[in-house]
């Protein structure tokens, strides 16, 4: 089901509950799916060991979007990320938008710190920018790195809830979905401890609404 192009360090871990019985489940459901590419790097993995988590140095790591995949997010659909690296991917396409909506040459680079000191723009503006400079340039498709650190704070931009598996304390990943979802995340984690519920990447899966109260 994955793993088709070679750069990743590692699976991806919540699309591994996907399978082809799923994927039928969810079209008989008329529920689109997309495909995304970030090259997982080994960062990820790494955790936060300064005191203050946005004194935290950030990985950076390889995204690859097509026409297709900026098309179907312009259809004004819910989106749900299959997991943390395919939002990661959402929300770093978008600060692309926003970069070229300021500047029609700008590179595909998006730093730890550019979705707190970018001044946000509409969605669809932001894709639409995305799409015009593939046109600008006649390709299907984009090559970009991103360094986005999603931490509480963070606004969210593309997704609207995120399948993702339990993660480790003290990783980036446990920040993310914090922000995601707000103190939530406290509930949710007591639950899975107190009902053995396995963690980290071949464990279960949970689907996390965005909390909107989030400013």
């Known amino acids: 089901m994955y793993s088709k192009e070679e750069g990743a360090v590692a699976a991806p871990t919540a699309g591994l509950h996907f399978t082809e019985h799923v994927f039928a489940s969810l079209k008989e459901k008329n529920i689109e799916t997309e495909y995304l ?4 790097s080994a960062g990820t993995f790494q955790p936060v060991k300064v005191e203050k988590a946005e004194e935290h140095a950030m990985h950076s790591e390889q995204v690859v979007v097509t026409r297709k995949n900026i098309e179907h997010l312009l259809s004004g659909k819910k989106i749900v990320a299959a997991g943390t690296t395919s939002l990661r991917t959402l ?17 595909f680079l998006i730093h730890q710190t550019d979705a707190y000191q970018l001044k946000p723009i509409d969605q669809t503006e932001a894709l639409k920018s995305v799409l015009k400079r593939m046109d600008e340039l006649k390709t299907d498709q984009l090559l970009g790195e991103t360094s986005i650190y999603i931490l509480p704070g963070y606004e969210f931009k593309m997704v609207d809830a995120l399948v993702t598996n339990f993660h480790q304390p003290g990783s980036t990943l446990m920040l993310l979905v914090g922000a995601f979802i707000g103190d939530d995340w406290k509930k949710i984690y007591n639950e899975a401890l107190q009902n053995g519920y396995r963690f980290l990447s071949y464990g279960d899966s949970s689907i996390l609404f965005r909390n909107k109260s989030i400013k």
Request: net charge negative; glycine share 4%.
């Open 91 to 107: 929300e770093s396409v978008y600060w692309y938008g926003v970069k070229l909506f300021n500047d029609t040459n700008a590179d």
């Open 37 to 40: 590419t970030l090259h997982v």
